[in-house]
């Protein structure tokens, strides 16, 4: 573990990643919220499906342009404005009832405008840190994630139900520009610029490894929906409200120690090309294991065993681009990447729902397994393109190639 105390030798690592963590929070919350709030709201689970559709269409849009714009314009600015402009889409949301197809149309705006946090600070680790530690910090960057994709939905079950989603909304707003705010200020980001990209939009998407990882994240994040999804449905209090006991929050942060554990244990470790495929079947099993029974102990032990390939699947993901992809197109890469996870928390929740309509709790793990499984048949199709970083220093690829001219 010596290796992530070394992390902190090297300046402003451990605030950057705070900060981060902080400003991306509310995007661990929104789903269950939105999904609570359009459901008490409106009546139904499929209208509540049909506004987190409208904001994974944003978000698809927002991914990639607004890393692009960083190049362009500045870390500082596009995140400053997004921010303020989510926050406030979010409060528009929690405060107005207007028609279900109002709803939709913020909804849109809120992915539109969710601030590039991961895209950035991504494009910035491998210029923090030697480049024999960047696997270290990924992971830790990973396994600290688990605060967002799984304590997130924690506070929103409890947020929401105990003082109503109005107010839950209304904390994801105050994270976004809290969170938002402290990132933006860290000397880091007034010291590193993002090179002009050389190519085209979209050009990035020649590379292979970013296909794969946005393909893979899709789905593997869509599987967290569609699970957390299915927690809250298997332990509603039967109000036919929304409303979710403390029992599916203590399920789903058991599933996040398991991936708090796997990611300090062994998301640091050297990646082979099977390596992603791997950690992503141990959370498969995981999540099969939920329909033998819905009682708490046993989803508890479980997602505990199933957790501990989530953070290193995630590491594994971001190591696979910072290896292949060009400084210049960093970030419009893990925009990409970012957009297929964060489409995947609204479309995961978006399919529980329906499925939840349809079938019950089972209905949305069900959904989780079936997204689960394509990830993993993804990443197994995938390895004869994902590199093998054994005893390589994790650097990007130089801007410039050599070009041979053959003597006379």
């Known amino acids: 573990m010596g290796i992530y105390r070394d992390l902190g030798r090297n300046p402003g690592v451990y605030r950057v990643l705070a900060s981060q963590l902080t400003a991306r929070f509310p995007f661990g919350m929104l789903s269950i919220i939105i999904l609570l709030h359009v459901q008490q709201g409106y009546g139904?689970?499929?209208?509540?499906?049909?506004?987190l559709a409208a904001q994974s269409v944003g978000?698809?849009?927002?991914?990639?342009?607004?890393?692009?714009?960083?190049?362009?314009?500045?870390?500082?600015?596009?995140?400053?404005?997004?921010?303020?402009?989510?926050?406030a889409l979010l409060l528009a949301i929690a405060f107005t009832r207007p028609p279900l197809i109002a709803v939709m149309a913020l909804a849109l705006l809120v992915g539109l405008s969710t601030p590039p946090?991961?895209?950035?600070?991504?494009?910035?680790?491998?210029?923090?840190?030697?480049?024999?530690?960047?696997?270290?910090?990924?992971?830790?960057?990973?396994?600290?994630?688990?605060?967002?994709?799984?304590?997130?939905?924690?506070?929103?079950?409890?947020?929401?139900?105990?003082?109503?989603t109005a107010f839950g909304l209304s904390l994801a707003a105050g994270f976004l520009v809290v969170g938002g705010a402290w990132f933006i200020l860290s000397p880091t980001l007034g010291q590193i610029r993002i090179p002009r990209p050389k190519r085209r939009f979209g050009a990035v998407l020649r590379y292979p490894t970013?296909?794969?990882?946005?393909?893979?994240?899709?789905?593997?994040?869509?599987?967290?929906?569609?699970?957390?999804?299915?927690?809250?449905a298997a332990f509603s209090d039967g109000s036919g409200h929304g409303h979710s006991s403390l029992e599916a929050g203590i399920v789903l942060a058991v599933f996040a120690a398991g991936s708090l554990v796997g990611g300090l244990l062994?998301?640091?470790?050297?990646?082979?090309?099977?390596?992603?495929?791997?950690r992503l079947l141990i959370v498969l099993v995981g999540t099969l294991a939920c329909l033998v029974s819905l009682n708490i102990w046993w989803m508890s032990a479980v997602l505990?065993?199933?957790?501990?390939?989530?953070?290193?699947?995630?590491?594994?993901?971001?190591?696979?681009?910072?290896?292949?992809?060009?400084?210049?197109?960093?970030?419009?890469?893990?925009?990409?990447?970012?957009?297929?996870?964060?489409?995947?928390?609204?479309?995961?929740?978006?399919?529980?729902?329906?499925?939840?309509?349809?079938?019950?709790?089972?209905?949305?793990?069900?959904?989780?397994a079936a997204l689960l499984l394509v990830a993993v048949i993804a990443a197994f199709a995938s390895v004869r393109w994902l590199p093998d970083l054994k005893g390589r220093v994790i650097e990007p690829p130089p801007e410039t190639g050599t070009l041979a001219i053959p003597l006379p």
């Open 44 to 51: 139904d689970y499929t209208s509540a499906g049909l506004v």
């Open 59 to 87: 978000q698809a849009a927002s991914g990639p342009l607004s890393g692009r714009l960083m190049g362009h314009l500045g870390m500082r600015p596009v995140l400053g404005a997004t921010s303020i402009v989510c926050a």
């Open 117 to 164: 946090v991961t895209s950035a600070v991504r494009t910035v680790y491998p210029s923090m840190v030697p480049g024999k530690q960047l696997s270290a910090l990924f992971s830790l960057d990973a396994a600290a994630q688990e605060i967002i994709w799984v304590f997130g939905p924690v506070v929103a079950v409890i947020a929401s139900s105990q003082l109503g």
């Open 210 to 232: 970013v296909i794969i990882s946005t393909v893979v994240g899709f789905f593997f994040i869509a599987s967290f929906a569609a699970i957390e999804a299915g927690i809250v």
């Open 266 to 278: 062994m998301g640091h470790r050297e990646l082979r090309p099977w390596s992603l495929a791997l």
């Open 304 to 368: 505990f065993l199933g957790g501990l390939g989530t953070a290193p699947a995630l590491a594994a993901i971001s190591n696979v681009v910072a290896a292949t992809v060009r400084f210049s197109e960093t970030a419009e890469a893990y925009g990409w990447v970012n957009t297929g996870q964060l489409v995947g928390v609204a479309s995961g929740s978006a399919l529980a729902g329906i499925m939840i309509d349809g079938f019950g709790a089972r209905g949305a793990i069900v959904a989780s």
